[in-house]
């Protein structure tokens, strides 16, 4: 069993930086972090691999940044000018033995 928890979310203006945390229970080999707006479906965000290989959506590359620390499992997301659009919850996932993981989510509202 593997447990992922979230951190960092909260209100912030438009233009405005947060950087949310996600801790696992065990060591990380992959992570991928999610969001989900209100009356939307849950979208990929961006994702890291094993060895450190980065992969952004286009509407989140060169503001967003992913990385990790594999010595405290966990993983970050540095969110920089942030966007009204950018208001979601926010999920973190991993994948073990071919079955998904999942946090449950922080919220994130960008607002003025």
């Known amino acids: 069993q593997v447990q992922l928890v979230e951190s960092g979310g909260g209100l912030v203006q438009p233009g405005g930086s947060l950087r949310l945390s996600c801790t696992a229970s065990?060591?990380?080999?992959?992570m991928a972090w999610y969001r989900q707006a209100p009356g939307h479906r849950r979208e990929w965000v961006a994702a890291?691999?094993?060895?450190?290989?980065?992969n952004y959506d286009d509407s989140v590359k060169g503001r967003f940044d992913i990385s990790k620390d594999d010595a405290k499992n966990t993983v970050y997301l540095q969110m920089n000018s942030l966007k009204p659009e950018d208001t979601a919850v926010y999920y973190c996932?991993?994948?073990?033995?071919?079955?998904?993981?999942w946090g449950e989510g922080t919220l994130v509202t960008v607002s003025s």
């Open positions: 996932k991993t994948v073990r033995r071919n079955m998904d993981y």
């Open positions: 065990i060591s990380i080999l992959n």
């Open positions: 890291i691999s094993s060895g450190g290989v980065t």
